[in-house]
């Protein structure tokens, strides 16, 4: 029996292991990966002590800080359900069950797929979700990103320095993106943007070799190696069915981080804070371990 189980080690939740341990509670991270969404982003201009760090390099120094404190991690591991029988929250994953009197779900949230016609068939052959990762991959090759927010324009500066051609394709008639970023790319040189255009399919042999797109009636081809589709995510919250959730899966907490279910906490972007930056999430991680802390003491 716990005193706090964590859900998912992202900035919301690896900030919520800090906490724990300085607070000794006897907890466990159970997590799918470590850094989550935050890993993925290479630009970071925005957190406070660093005027540019990019997400790899920041979730590594999150990672040291909190295995200082010699923190239980099961990494790797899935949750799937997370329920309250009694006085007691159980969690069940892929490789256990474990108990605990109290919960904190910082899981994140998930890439949203594109839906269209050779996605599926294309995956990790040209189709990516992440161009952090792989976009060292695609060096010198006309590649496509898909979308028009922040997280598109984050892959599309990161592509802007290593490949060649890069058609931003967006759905909406105006980019949603900060400014800032809209303005570093339409400099950049070697990005072309498409706006009011939807992506019908993604074709090619083995590997990706274009997609087809349509716009003002017309339909064209455009030859890429790759394609990066960033339309966004969803909360990964499905685990979970007892809490409030709002109408795009977001667990709905309080000021105190606390759910519709005692002794269960959520904190990051998996709830319906509504700025999803990673500031944000670290503070929220920090309120819900000293919520959950309290709430302990009280039910002790």
Not at 90 to 111: C, F
Request: charged share 25%; hydrophobic share 40%; glycine share 12%.
């Amino acid at each position: 029996m716990y005193d706090l189980i964590i859900v998912g080690a992202g900035p919301a939740g690896i900030t919520a292991g800090i906490y724990a341990a300085r607070k000794r509670m006897d907890f466990l991270v159970v997590t799918q990966d470590i850094g989550g969404q935050a890993a993925l982003s290479w630009d970071i201009e925005n957190y406070i002590g660093y005027q540019f760090i990019t997400g790899m390099e920041l979730v590594k120094k999150f990672r040291e800080h909190l295995e200082q404190f010699k923190v239980g991690i099961k990494e790797g591991e899935q949750v799937n359900l997370i329920s309250r029988y009694k006085d007691t929250i159980l969690i069940e994953t892929d490789k256990g069950n474990y108990e605990s009197r109290t919960v904190v779900i910082a899981s994140g949230r998930k890439p949203r797929r594109l839906g269209v016609d050779g996605e599926d068939g294309f995956k990790n052959r040209g189709v990516t979700y992440c161009a952090t990762c792989d976009g060292p991959l695609f060096a010198g090759r006309d590649v496509a990103v898909i979308g028009g927010g922040n997280s598109a324009l984050d892959a599309v500066l990161q592509l802007s320095k290593i490949s060649g051609r890069i058609y931003l394709i967006d759905a909406a008639p105006q980019l949603r993106a900060d400014p800032v970023m809209v303005e570093k790319a339409e400099k950049s040189g070697n990005v072309f943007i498409y706006n009011n255009t939807m992506v019908e399919r993604i074709f090619g042999e083995k590997f990706v070799q274009g997609i087809s797109v349509s716009r003002s009636g017309r339909t064209e081809d455009l030859d890429v190696q790759g394609v990066f589709i960033e339309i966004g995510s969803f909360p990964s919250s499905g685990f979970v069915n007892d809490v409030a959730k709002n109408d795009t899966g977001e667990i709905l907490v309080n000021c105190r981080n606390e759910t519709s279910v005692p002794g269960i906490f959520a904190a990051g972007d998996v709830t319906d804070v509504p700025a999803k930056q990673i500031i944000v999430a670290c503070g929220e991680g920090a309120k819900a371990v000293l919520s959950a802390f309290e709430y302990n003491n009280k039910h002790a």
